[in-house]
Every structure is written in C-alpha cells, then in structure tokens.
C-alpha cells in the first residue's frame, strides 16, 4: 500500500468533511447527533480503516491478517451509538434516521480509509438529497395529512394549553411545536399546535373536544406544507 502519513491526513480530513456535511443535516434539525458527533465518527471509522490496512502492509507475507477485520467490527459496534438516538416519545418513535445517517457514516469512513474518494462523495450527494428534500416529498406527498396544524380562538388564558395537551394525549396525538399570541378580539388568544397524528379516523372527534372546553370560540385544522 505504502501511504505515508500526508496520505493518511488527506484520508482523515476527507471522511470529515463528508461527514460534517451530514452532520450539519442532522443538526439544523436539532437533532441529539448533530455535526460533532457525525465527523467523530466519520474520522474514526477512517482511521480504524487506515490502521487495519497499515498492519495488512506490515505483516504481507508473515502472518494471515484480514484487513477487513476491523471494518467489520465498526460496522457491527456503530449499533450502540446508533440505538442511543432511538428515543420513544408515547406512540411514536424517534431518531430512526439519526441511527441510519451515523451507520452510513460510518461507512463513509471506511470508504474514505480505503481511498474510495468517489464512492464516497456520491454516497454523500444520495444521502444529503435523501435528507434534505425526501422528507419533503414524503410529508407533502405520502403522509400531508399526518401533519397538521390545530388552531384555536379561545377566550381562556395560556393555562388553557395543559388541558389541551392532556386530551390530545388521550388520541395520541405528538405536539411538535406550539405558539400563542393575542386574538384579534379583546380578551382572546390564538393558540397554534403543530402535531403529528397516527390516524386520521377522530379528526373530528377531537375537534369537538376541545370546542367543549371552556372559553373556546373555535378550532379547527389546517395541514402543514412543511415541518
């Protein structure tokens, strides 16, 4: 093989960069692994492949070395690290993609380690266009209406906001976000919640819950276009 240490630096840099692109992704999401942890992991997994390939070069012809021994091993021991992001939040089940996106750059690593510059740069062109614009199309294509946004007019003050937690829980319902702001009307807010919902069978139902509550005018909802 003969690579020196210049070669092996390049390598560590590169699996950096193409990780940090990802990483970046992830943390503009606010998601729990964000760009640190995805070069720490890039970086190492390059590393693990260069030294498995540095001790193929020195022991060629003296003793039966795997090079991929290791590589093995950081494909199968990413598992951890991956299942640390998958939290479970009532029904619903979050950081799947987190898991995925550090298991592929753990793979970017290796192929950088290895010097598959190419492979490696494609892979994170797919990646990164997965990412960024499949969840688009995804939420406003195949599941639009999972995402919607509940507002209500209501004469109540914020207090109001944990009753309407405590029965959106009931129908599983997962808030993303939330915002209150005065009504145009004296006395009044308006309550915006972002959720996610599993079904669309108690739409309805739920709409009419909490127009029984005290002090709501109205509610309704409107479907997120992106999220």
Request: glycine share 10%; aromatic share 8%; hydrophobic share 45%.
């Amino acid at each position: 093989m003969g690579l020196n240490d210049i070669d092996m630096m390049v390598r560590l840099l590169f699996a950096a960069i193409l990780s940090g692109f990802i990483g970046y992704e992830r943390e503009i999401h606010g998601r729990l692994a964000g760009f640190r942890t995805h070069i720490l992991v890039g970086v190492g997994s390059a590393l693990m492949m260069l030294t498995s390939m540095y001790i193929f070069d020195i022991y060629r012809g003296q003793a039966s070395v795997d090079p991929g021994r290791i590589a093995a091993q950081v494909v199968s021991g990413i598992g951890f690290l991956g299942a640390g992001t998958i939290i479970r939040f009532k029904a619903s089940v979050r950081g799947l993609t987190t898991a995925a996106s550090l298991w592929t750059v753990a793979g970017l690593g290796l192929a950088v380690g290895a010097g598959m510059y190419i492979p490696a740069t494609f892979t994170t062109i797919l990646v990164l266009g997965a990412l960024f614009f499949l969840n688009r199309v995804e939420r406003v294509m195949i599941r639009r209406d999972w995402y919607k946004t509940l507002e209500i007019d209501t004469k109540a003050d914020a207090s109001q906001l944990q009753e309407i937690r405590a029965l959106l829980s009931e129908y599983d319902v997962e808030i993303k976000d939330f915002d209150v702001k005065k009504s145009p009307s004296p006395d009044g807010l308006i309550i915006k919640i972002s959720v996610k919902l599993l079904t669309n069978e108690y739409d309805n139902e739920i709409i009419s819950k909490i127009r029984e509550l005290g002090g709501v005018r109205k509610a309704g909802w409107s479907v997120l276009t992106d999220s």
